[in-house]
C-alpha cells in the first residue's frame, strides 16, 4: 500500500518547517533565518476522514443487540472501537496517515540545481501534490530575508503572486530542460510514428516526474489547441518546450496554497484570498496548539476552532495570556486552517475517500481479531479488486469477490466502492 505524499514547498522563511512540525508533531529545525532546513524532512501527517469511522456503526448494532454497554462517560476513546494500525480514532473521529515532505531549497535557479539541487528536484519528484506555502503578511522577500515592517494588503497580494509565479517558473525550467536535452534528436527518431510517437517520447522523459500516457496525451492536445505551434516539433526552440513545460506541469504537480502568517497578515488580505483556491493557515499556532495538547495543558482536536485548559491553577500568567490570545485567534478565524488545507488537497482536490478492508464481513476485523485495524486512502471510484491490490498483491491476483461489510452484499471485481465502505476480500490462495 503506498501512502499518498504532499510535498511542502516554497520560498525560505514561509513557515515550511513550522506547518510540518504542526502537521507531523515531528521535532525539526525552526529557525527564523533562511536555509535552516537542510536536509528534507519527511514525517506522517494524520488526516480526519469526512466520514465517521464505521466503528460507529458497530457500536450502534452490538448495543442494539445487547452486546455492548453503552460508553460510558469516562471512556478516552469516547466510544470508538477501532484498533488502528496506523492513525487513531477517538469519537468514532478517524484519522489517516499521508506522508509529508518538508522540501527545503526553492531558490531562484533551483531547476539548475542551484542550493540544494538535485535533492530539492528529487523532493519534488517524488510527491503526489504540492502545498505551497506563501507568506500572507508580505514580510520576506523572494530569498525569505525580512523586509522588517508588516506591508499593505495591495504589497502583500502582490508579493503572494510573485511567490506563486516564481515556483511555476522553476519547475517549468526544470520540465522543459529535460525536454530540451537531446529533444531534437529524440523527436526526430520518432517521427514516422507521428504524434502517438511524440507523446511516448514526453512520457519516458517525464516517467521520473509521474508522467503517464493518459496525462501527456491531454496535455499536448491541450498545448495544440492554445499554442498551435509552427513548424515540426524538432524545431521547436526552447521557448516553445518552456510552454509545453507549463502545460505539462500543471497535470504533474498539482498544487494548493497555504497562505501562512495569517495572524499577522495586513488585514483584508484573507477577504481577497477567497478569490484564489488559497487556504489561509497560522502554521506557529497550530504547532503550539498541538505541543499544549501534547503536554496534556490543554484539550485541543485539529481543526476546531476551540480548546480548553485543562488546569487553568498550573499555569504561570505568560501561559495563560498566550493560550488566551491563541484562542480568540482561532475563534474568530474559524481555526488554524492546517487541516482544513490537509482536508481539502486530500479529498476535494485529490479527490479520495477512506476505505475500510476487513477480513472478517460479519465482525469487520483482520484475521487476528483487531476491529477495522486498516483504513486505506484511495482515489474515489475504486474498484472491489483494485482495492484487493492495495491491500497485497496476491489478493488481486486471486481475486474472486467482495463482500460489502454494511449491506452483506457480494459484489464484483468492477465493484465501485464509496467513503466509509467496509470490504471482505476473498481470493484463491
Ligand atoms: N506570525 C507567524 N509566524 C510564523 C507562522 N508560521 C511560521 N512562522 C515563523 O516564521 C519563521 C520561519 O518559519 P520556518 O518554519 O522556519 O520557515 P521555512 O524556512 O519556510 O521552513 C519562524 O520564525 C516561524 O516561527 C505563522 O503562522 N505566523
Ligand atoms: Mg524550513
Not at 536555509?35 to 519527511?42: A, E, L, S, V, Y
Not at 477577504?271 to 484539550?299: G, K
Not at 495563560?320 to 482561532?330: D, F, G, P, V
Request: aromatic share 6%.
Amino acid at each position: 500500500m503506498t501512502t499518498l505524499r504532499i510535498g511542502l514547498v516554497g520560498k525560505p522563511n514561509v513557515g515550511k518547517s513550522t506547518f510540518f512540525s504542526a502537521a507531523t508533531l515531528a521535532q525539526v529545525d525552526i529557525a527564523n533565518y533562511p536555509f535552516c532546513t537542510i536536509d528534507p524532512n519527511i514525517g506522517v501527517a494524520f488526516v480526519e476522514a469526512r466520514l465517521a469511522c464505521p466503528c460507529k456503526e458497530l457500536r450502534a448494532k452490538l448495543e442494539h443487540e445487547g452486546r455492548l454497554e453503552p460508553t460510558s462517560p469516562d471512556d478516552p476513546r469516547q466510544g470508538s472501537l477501532c484498533q488502528p494500525r496506523t492513525g487513531s480514532c477517538v469519537a468514532h473521529r478517524r484519522f489517516v496517515p499521508v506522508a509529508m515532505v518538508d522540501v527545503a531549497g526553492l531558490v531562484p535557479g533551483a531547476s539548475e540545481g542551484r542550493g540544494r539541487g538535485n535533492a530539492f528536484l528529487s523532493d519534488l519528484a517524488n510527491s503526489d501534490v504540492l502545498i505551497q506555502v506563501v507568506d500572507a503578511a508580505g514580510t520576506t522577500d523572494l530569498e525569505g530575508q525580512f523586509l522588517g515592517n508588516a506591508s499593505s494588503k495591495e504589497d502583500a497580494l502582490a508579493s503572494m503572486k510573485d511567490e506563486i509565479a516564481f515556483l511555476e517558473d522553476e519547475l517549468d525550467a526544470w520540465i522543459a530542460g529535460i525536454l530540451h536535452d537531446g529533444w531534437v534528436r529524440g523527436v526526430r527518431r520518432v517521427q514516422a510514428e507521428g504524434e502517438k510517437g511524440l507523446v511516448s517520447f514526453i512520457q519516458e522523459r517525464l516517467s521520473g516526474l509521474g508522467a503517464t500516457h493518459q496525462l501527456v496525451q491531454q496535455s499536448m492536445l491541450q498545448f495544440n489547441q492554445e499554442q498551435q505551434p509552427e513548424g515540426q516539433p524538432w524545431d521547436w526552440d526552447i521557448n516553445i518546450l518552456n510552454t509545453l513545460a507549463s502545460t505539462l506541469r500543471r497535470g504533474l504537480f498539482p498544487v494548493a496554497y497555504a497562505a501562512n502568517k495569517w495572524d499577522i497578515a495586513p488585514s483584508g488580505v484573507i477577504d481577497e484570498l477567497s478569490l484564489y483556491s488559497i487556504e489561509p493557515c497560522m502554521a506557529d499556532v497550530e504547532l503550539a496548539l498541538r505541543r499544549a495538547a501534547n503536554a496534556d495543558i490543554i484539550s485541543y482536536h485539529p481543526g476546531e476552532s476551540t480548546f480548553s485548559i485543562n488546569d487553568a491553577a498550573k499555569l504561570n500568567e505568560a501561559q495563560t495570556k498566550a493560550l488566551t490570545h491563541m484562542l480568540e485567534r482561532i475563534k474568530s478565524a474559524n481555526g488554524t486552517g492546517v487541516a482544513r488545507l490537509l482536508d481539502r488537497v486530500l479529498f476535494d482536490m485529490l479527490e479520495r475517500i477512506v476505505v475500510y478492508p476487513v477480513q472478517d464481513e460479519t465482525h469487520w476485523v483482520d484475521g487476528e481479531g483487531k476491529v477495522l485495524p486498516d483504513a486505506f486512502v484511495v482515489a474515489s471510484g475504486i474498484q472491489a479488486k483494485a482495492l484487493a491490490y492495495h491491500v497485497h498483491s496476491d489478493l488481486g491476483d486471486g481475486f474472486i469477490r467482495g463482500v460489502d461489510g454494511k449491506t452483506r452484499r457480494v459484489v464484483g471485481a468492477d465493484h465501485e466502492l464509496a467513503d466509509g465502505d467496509v470490504l471482505k476480500i476473498h481470493a484463491k490462495s
